[in-house]
């Protein structure tokens, strides 16, 4: 079994988007229609670099997991065991529900008060935190001026992928804090 993060080290999003997108190199970064809306102008743009991608037209964008989740219409979770299986192998710390969970390591609890019992021992926290911990790291790359934040920081992409951090931009203009009922938890 591996982690998320070794499995992600060993994919390379422009193969895993070319299997699907006929996407062409320009420079540095690769360019296509986007799979995502109808378009004729070829917004869509693949960076092999960053192994990140990102449309112009659309806004949709994200690594290589969000980008299979997005086109294949699934979970997150699913699209990191489709992925892993394309390598051979099988992703450690992802049920068989539909998104992941943290790793079984992790001693954090969420605060006690005011939950019902049946949520204290459930795992349904860990996998809504485990998508969200997942969303936020792919937003690091959304942002401009996030990595290089982390940059002055001295803090890699390799670092912030290993611990997790991200970044909360909302959606919409909104913060994405919400009160624990709002997530089913």
Request: aromatic share 12%.
């Amino acid at each position: 079994m591996v982690d998320v993060v070794t499995l992600k080290e060993s994919l390379d999003i422009v193969e895993i988007v070319s299997e699907v997108v006929l996407i062409k190199k320009n420079g540095k970064d690769y360019f296509g229609l986007c799979p995502f809306h109808s378009e004729q102008d070829g917004s869509f743009s693949v960076s092999a670099e960053k192994q990140m991608f990102y449309c112009f037209g659309c806004g949709a964008g994200g690594d290589v997991f969000e980008f299979w989740s997005k086109y294949q219409n699934i979970s997150f979770g699913r699209a990191l065991r489709e992925l892993a299986a394309k390598k051979g192998m099988v992703i450690d710390g992802v049920s068989n529900q539909r998104t992941p969970k943290m790793p079984k390591e992790s001693k954090w609890q969420p605060a006690q008060r005011d939950l019902p019992d049946e949520l204290i021992d459930s795992d349904l926290w860990k996998e809504k935190a485990g998508k969200f911990v997942a969303w936020g790291y792919g937003q690091l790359f959304e942002d401009p001026g996030a990595l290089d934040f982390l940059k002055s920081r001295v803090i890699t992409e390799e670092t912030a992928g290993r611990f997790g951090l991200g970044l909360n931009t909302g959606r919409d203009g909104k913060d994405l804090f919400r009160p624990r009922e709002s997530w089913g938890l």
